[in-house]
C-alpha cells in the first residue's frame, strides 16, 4: 500500500473534514532535524496537518509555530521527553539504540510518547516505537511507519494496544486540527467537539 493509499483508507474511518494543510517548509524542517521525513507522515501533515484524535492522541508539529492560544505540541520537546524517558529506563542496558535516533511524532493522552526509530537510512522504513507509560513494554518497535500503525491503531487491529489509553469510540473517530481547536476554545466551544463548554475561552486574551 502506497502513502497515499494508507492517507486514504485513515480518512474512510477518521474523515479529514477538521484537517488542514499544515504547509510545512519541509527543507526548513530537514535542516532542524538533519534528515528527510518519511512519506507518509508528509501527507499526513498535508491532508490533516497537527492535530488531535479523539481528544486522545496528538500528532506533532516538526517546527514550532506560534498558537492563537497556546502553542501546540510540537516534536523537538516531546523528542526530548522520550530521550529523556530511554535514560531513565536504563538507557542502552534496557533498549540497546543511540538516543539520537529517538524522534517523537506523536503523543497520547496516557502520556506515551509514539516516536520513529531512524536508524534506517531510509525514512520511508523507519518503524514506530512507543515509548509507553502504562504499556507491558517501556519501549516496543512496531515494523511498519506512523500512517499504517495510526490505521492499525484507529481500526482496532492490536490484540493487545501498543498504548495505555483506548481512544476509539464504538468506531467513531474525528480529527481536529489545532487552530480548529484553539478557534473553538476562544469562541466558547469544546475544542475537540465544538459543542458549547462553559469553561472555554476562560483564560482567552
Avoid at 463548554?197 to 476562560?202: H, N, R, T, V
Wanted: net charge negative; hydrophobic share 40%; charged share 25%.
Amino acid at each position: 500500500m502506497t502513502e497515499n493509499a494508507r492517507i486514504k483508507a485513515l480518512e474512510q474511518i477518521m474523515p479529514a473534514t477538521h484537517g488542514a494543510d499544515e504547509d510545512i517548509d519541509w527543507q526548513a524542517a530537514e535542516a532542524v532535524w538533519g534528515t528527510r521525513f518519511p512519506s507518509d507522515f508528509v501527507a499526513f501533515m498535508g491532508r490533516y496537518g497537527a492535530g488531535s484524535i479523539n481528544g486522545e492522541a496528538s500528532v506533532l508539529l516538526p517546527l514550532p509555530k506560534p498558537g492563537l492560544q497556546w502553542d501546540p505540541a510540537e516534536m523537538a520537546e516531546e523528542t526530548a521527553n522520550a530521550r529523556q524517558l530511554w535514560e531513565a529506563g536504563g538507557g542502552r542496558a534496557a533498549f540497546d539504540v543511540d538516543p539520537e535516533s529517538i524522534i517523537a511524532w506523536g503523543v497520547t493522552g496516557g502520556s506515551d510518547i509514539l516516536c520513529w526509530l531512524t536508524t534506517d537510512p531510509d525514512p520511508d522504513r523507519w518503524p514506530v516505537l512507543v515509548a509507553g507509560r502504562h504499556t507491558a513494554d517501556a519501549f516496543a518497535v512496531h515494523p511498519y511507519g506512523m500512517a499504517e500503525f495510526l490505521l492499525r491503531l484507529c481500526s482496532d487491529e492490536f490484540d493487545v494496544s501498543p498504548v495505555s489509553i483506548t481512544f476509539w469510540d464504538a468506531g467513531h473517530l474525528s480529527f481536529v486540527h489545532w487552530r480548529k481547536a484553539q478557534r473553538r476554545w476562544q469562541e466558547g466551544r469544546n475544542p475537540e467537539t465544538g459543542e458549547p463548554d462553559p469553561y472555554a475561552g476562560e483564560f482567552a486574551d
